[in-house]
C-alpha cells in the first residue's frame, strides 16, 4: 500500500515519546487491546487510543510481518541512532576543543615572550588574566563532555548487565561494541600520555609555572590566578584518566567476549555448512578432535583432562601441615605508582625518573614491570613530573628502550 512519507514523520514528531518506549520496551502485540493498554500507559488521558491505533497501521508506524504488530526495523534504528547522537559527543568533539586549547596556549606562550621583552602593562595583565580564564572554561568543557559520555557508557554497560532477554542482549552488546571503538577508544587514545591532550595540559602547565615561579614578573593576584589554573588542570586531568580507565577496564572485557563469541559462531556455521554438504575432510576430526579412552573405560577429549581425573580419583585425605614455631619471613610488598609519588615527594628533584625507578624500585632485568610503574606515576601525578627534549637509551638485560628523558621537580609545588 502506497504511504505517504509526510505525514509519518508528523506522526511520528507528535508521539516521539510514545513510540521510542514502544521501541525500547515492547516485543510485540497480538491484539489491539494490547496496543491501547501500552498507549494509556505511557500517555496521559488518551481518550481516543482507536484513532492511534488505526493510525499506527495505515501510516506503517506498525506492522505485521510474522504475527505480532509492531515498529518496522528501520524505525528502531532511527531512534536509536537519534538518540547516540543526543547524547554522546563525538571524538571529533573532543578533539576540536583539544585544538583550541592548543591556540589558547600558544597565545598564552606569546604573551609570555612579549611580556619578556616589554615588562609590565595593566592592559596585558587584563589581557592574560582573560586568556587564563578561557583556558580554565575550555578544559572544564573538556573535561564535561568527556564525562557524560564515560557516564552514559556505563549506564549502557549497566543497561546491558540487566538485560533477561536474549535478543535484547545481542542488540545491547552489539551497541556497547560500538561505543568502544567509536567512541572509548578514540578518547582514550587523545588523553594518553603521549596524546594530544596531556601534552598541551603539560604545556599550560608549565606556562603557569612560569608565570606564578617569577617574583615581579607579574602581578601577585595574576600569579595567584595561574597558580590556580594550575592546579585546576592537574586534578581535571588525573580525574578524566581515572575515569576512562575504569569505562575501559569495564567495557573491553565485554567487547573481547563479544568477539571472541562472534569468532565462534562463524566457525560453528562454517562447520554445519560442510556437514550439510558431507565435505567432512575439510574439517580434520580426527586431528582436532582426540579422543582418549581412560582404564575404567570412560572417554575423555582430551590427555590433561584424563590425567587430572586420575588424580582425582587417587586423592586421599591427608593431616593439614604443622606449623613451625618460628614466625615467617615478611613479604616484601612490591612498588605501586602511590608508593613512589610518596617517596617523590619527600626527595629532593630527579633528573632522570626513568634510571631513579629502575635503580631504586627493581633490580633493572626486567622492562615491562619498570615501564609500568613510569607510566602509572605519569597518569598518577603529572603536576612535578615533564618530559625533557633528549631521547635517552636504557638498557633491561638483553632489551633496549629508548624513549624520553622525564624529570621530577618537587620543589615547584610547594
Known amino acids: 500500500m502506497q504511504r505517504n512519507p509526510s505525514e509519518f514523520i ?31 500507559s505511557r500517555v496521559d488521558q488518551d481518550t481516543n487510543p482507536a484513532w492511534k491505533i488505526a493510525e499506527m497501521k495505515r501510516l506503517g508506524v506498525l506492522i505485521q510481518s510474522r504475527g505480532p504488530w509492531s515498529p518496522p526495523p528501520f524505525l528502531k534504528t532511527f531512534i536509536d541512532a537519534l538518540h547516540d547522537r543526543h547524547v554522546l559527543a563525538t571524538p571529533d568533539v573532543v578533539r576540536g576543543w583539544v585544538d583550541q586549547l592548543h591556540r589558547l596556549a600558544r597565545t598564552l606562550d606569546c604573551w609570555l615572550e612579549e611580556r619578556h621583552r616589554l615588562g609590565q602593562s595593566e592592559a596585558a595583565e587584563d589581557e592574560a588574566r582573560e586568556l587564563l580564564d578561557e583556558i580554565g572554561d575550555t578544559i572544564f568543557v573538556v573535561s564535561a563532555t568527556i564525562t557524560e559520555n564515560i557516564e552514559c557508557i556505563g549506564d549502557e554497560v549497566a543497561t546491558y548487565r540487566a538485560t533477561e532477554d536474549t535478543g535484547r542482549m545481542r542488540q545491547r552488546l552489539k551497541r556497547l561494541v560500538g561505543l568502544y571503538n567509536d567512541y572509548l577508544l578514540p ?15 603539560q604545556q599550560i602547565s608549565t606556562q603557569c609555572a612560569r608565570m606564578a615561579g617569577r617574583p615581579g614578573f607579574v602581578s601577585p593576584d595574576l600569579a595567584e590566578g595561574a597558580r590556580r589554573l594550575r592546579q585546576h588542570v592537574a586534578w581535571l586531568r588525573r580525574t578524566i584518566l581515572r575515569q576512562a580507565d575504569e569505562a575501559n577496564a569495564e567495557l573491553a572485557p565485554l567487547c573481547t567476549a563479544a568477539a571472541r563469541e562472534s569468532a565462534i559462531a562463524r566457525g560453528v556455521n562454517r562447520a554445519i555448512e560442510l556437514f550439510r554438504h558431507g565435505r567432512w575432510e575439510l574439517l580434520d576430526l580426527d586431528a582436532h578432535l582426540p579422543i582418549v579412552e581412560d582404564q575404567n573405560s570412560s572417554l575423555a577429549d582430551d590427555e590433561a583432562i584424563a590425567a587430572f581425573m586420575k588424580d582425582a580419583f587417587s586423592f586421599s585425605d591427608q593431616p593439614p601441615p604443622i606449623i613451625e614455631p618460628n614466625e615467617p619471613a615478611t613479604i616484601p610488598l612490591p612498588w605501586t605508582p602511590n608508593a613512589l609519588r610518596n617517596r617523590l615527594l619527600a626527595e629532593s628533584d630527579v633528573g632522570d625518573l626513568l634510571r631513579w625507578i629502575t635503580a631504586t624500585c627493581t633490580s ?18 603529572q603536576e612535578y613530573a615533564s618530559a625533557d627534549g633528549a631521547i635517552n637509551a636504557y638498557r633491561f638485560g638483553s632489551i633496549n628502550v629508548e624513549t624520553h628523558q622525564w624529570s621530577w621537580r618537587t620543589r615547584h609545588g610547594h
Open 10 to 40: 508528523l506522526f511520528v514528531a507528535r508521539h516521539y515519546h510514545l513510540l521510542e518506549a514502544m521501541c525500547r520496551d515492547c516485543t510485540g502485540f497480538e491484539t489491539d487491546d494490547e496496543i491501547a493498554a501500552f498507549i494509556c
Open 364 to 381: 633493572g632485568e626486567r622492562a615491562e614491570s619498570t615501564i609500568n610503574l613510569l607510566h602509572g606515576l605519569l597518569n598518577l601525578e
Open 187 to 201: 578518547i582514550i587514545g587523545v588523553l594518553e600520555v603521549d596524546g594530544p591532550f596531556r601534552a598541551v595540559t
